[in-house]
T-cell receptor, first 117, second 114 residues
């Protein structure tokens, strides 16, 4: 099946620094990518939807200036957590969709555990 | 406001027996439901789905039941195998949103023991 590669798997950073997370679709072109965040024992929460070549659509309550999303190509989307703080520590996961179909065509990366000291 | 709820954080089942994972939703606009399975250090993988026009969908050992009036769905795994041990997420989406959004439950950790 389709593969979505997410990198890095783990990142530890100091408060105030920025962290970039990459999400790549390896064997298909992802017209749409989604970024989720999961706090311990909670649901995967959709943060934003990015479409190739256009601005991301952020969910209510997600700061667009803090979580910068770039979807410059059909195979790569990046999430940059700017000026990270301890409360940003979470599990971030991306997913990619090949065509405008329902959920079974949604493929997930393996996630990034961010720890901000 | 959690629109998709999985009220059981964990479930333990003996190998060979049936595993039943439950999911409730509140938004009546949801018309497509999915189950994802997640192993540690991996992303969720699609397992099975059901459209609101059906009340049952079966795929091998996995069956999903949908009760629209109760806004409830369940995933049955029979017979359960140790390799089924994972976290299972229920997710819902709506045609009105172009199926662009998946709303996830918090997950249920299934442990199948010999």
């Amino acid at each position: 099946g389709a593969v979505v590669s997410q990198h890095p798997s783990w990142v530890i950073c100091k408060s105030g620094t920025s962290v970039k997370i990459e999400c790549r679709s390896l064997d298909f072109q992802a017209t749409t990518m989604f970024w989720y965040r999961q706090f311990p024992k909670q649901s995967l929460m959709l943060m934003a939807t990015s479409n190739e070549g256009s601005k991301a659509t952020y969910e209510q309550g997600v700061e667009k200036d803090k979580f910068l999303i770039n979807h410059a190509s059909l195979t790569l989307s990046t999430l940059t957590v700017t000026s990270a703080h301890p409360e940003d520590s979470s599990f971030y996961i991306c997913s990619a969709r090949e065509t405008r179909e329902a959920g079974e065509k949604l493929f997930f990366g393996s996630g990034t555990q961010l720890s901000v000291l | 406001d959690q629109q998709v709820k999985q009220n059981s954080p964990s479930l333990s089942v003996q190998e060979g027996r049936i595993s039943i994972l439950n999911c409730d939703y509140t938004n009546s606009m949801f018309d497509y439901f999915l189950w994802y399975k997640k192993y540690p250090a991996e992303g969720p993988t699609f397992l099975i789905s059901i459209s609101s026009i059906k009340d049952k969908n079966e795929d091998g050992r996995f069956t999903v039941f949908l009760n629209k009036s109760a806004k409830h769905l369940s995933l049955h795994i029979v017979p359960s195998q140790p390799g089924d041990s994972a976290v299972y997420f229920c997710a819902a989406s709506a045609r009105s949103g172009g199926y662009n959004k998946l709303i996830f439950g918090a997950g249920t950790r299934l442990a199948v023991h010999p």
